[in-house]
């Protein structure tokens, strides 16, 4: 994290911008905010200083737009992830600069989308997109997996709602994460609990399928009480775990606060998976 006091401040705008500091003179569109977070969050994390200028030094925010441009950069932030990092002002030479400081998402985190859902990445001071592929090989080149672990058979439990009266699309949604295990190229074993075959009793089924995977797909889509216990008991085994949902699905207050990726549609949901799938992987090598 980054020193946001007035002295701090001074010295970071000293060593000018870089590929974890950049200067915004003015307040920027949402859109233009958005990008630098997700890229700082996507890769070493980064401070956001708003009211500086590269060469002019602090300019500082209009007085009457403190609240609002604050809200403002809150909002974005929540939006993109929770806890992405920390926001406010800071007074330097009695003018407000407003900050943002983002970490970086850690090992356990699959990578964050702006709101057009595009991966984006800080290469030196400027934001340049990636694509699934291209954080697969830096996500499992990052991770403390052997070489050649990426032929390591794994086991992803995927928890759903089985209702497809309901919402017929959830057909869709559960052929996308079949798709998204396929275009990782990894060796990815799916188990869903009412395709299993066989004569048994499902909630015991249920438990020894969980412990038996190394990671865990968990959607929330339709709110289905299954999952919610599948989630537990799956977090009580320390699984890896996936969180997801429709965009618009409430979620309870014991799951909200962990990091849960929200999809519009299948084709959407496709593309979060496959760099989100990778993570998993990775994360479950790395630990072995």
């Known amino acids: 994290m980054f020193d946001t006091s007035a002295e701090g ?24 905010i958005a990008d630098v977070l997700t890229a700082f969050a996507n890769t070493s994390g980064g401070l956001l200083l708003v009211g500086v200028h590269e060469k002019k030094g ?18 974005i932030a929540q939006a ?3 806890m992405l990092g920390d926001f406010g002002l800071s007074a330097v030479d ?13 090992a356990n985190v699959p990578p964050l989308r702006t709101f057009k859902g595009e991966y984006l990445k800080r290469v030196g001071t400027s934001i340049q997109k990636t694509s699934p592929q291209e954080l697969i090989k830096e996500i499992l080149g990052k991770s403390k997996a052997k070489a050649g672990s990426a032929g390591k058979r794994l086991t992803l439990f995927v928890a759903m709602s089985f209702h497809e009266e309901e919402d017929p699309a959830l057909v869709d949604y559960f052929a996308s ?11 990815i074993k799916i188990v869903r609990i009412d395709l299993v075959e066989g004569d048994y009793e499902i909630s015991q089924k249920i438990l020894d399928e969980i412990e038996k995977a190394d990671m865990v797909l968990a959607d929330f889509t339709l709110r289905p009480s299954n999952v919610y216990f599948e989630l537990g008991v ?3 085994m320390e699984k890896r775990i996936i969180q997801t949902a429709k965009k618009g699905t409430s979620l309870e207050f014991d799951v909200r606060n962990w990091r849960t990726l929200f ?4 084709t959407e949901y496709e593309e979060a ?3 989100a799938i990778a993570q998993a992987y990775a994360d479950v090598i790395g630990a072995r």
């Not at 401040?9 to 233009?32: C, H, R, T, W």
Request: cysteine-free; overall charge positive; hydrophobic content about 40%.
């Open 94 to 106: 009695d003018r407000i600069v407003l900050y943002a400081d983002v970490k970086p998402l850690g």
């Open 273 to 275: 998976l496959i760099p």
């Open 263 to 266: 999809y519009r549609n299948a």
């Open 234 to 236: 799956a977090r009580g």
């Open 177 to 187: 994460v079949k798709r998204a295990v396929r275009r990782t190229g990894l060796n």
């Open 58 to 75: 602090v300019i500082g925010i209009p007085d009457d737009k403190r609240t609002e441009y604050m809200d403002r950069l809150v909002r």
């Open 80 to 82: 993109l992830g929770p």
């Open 9 to 32: 401040i001074k010295e970071i705008l000293a060593a000018g911008e870089s590929e974890q500091v950049e200067f915004k003179s003015q307040m920027p569109p949402d859109e233009v």
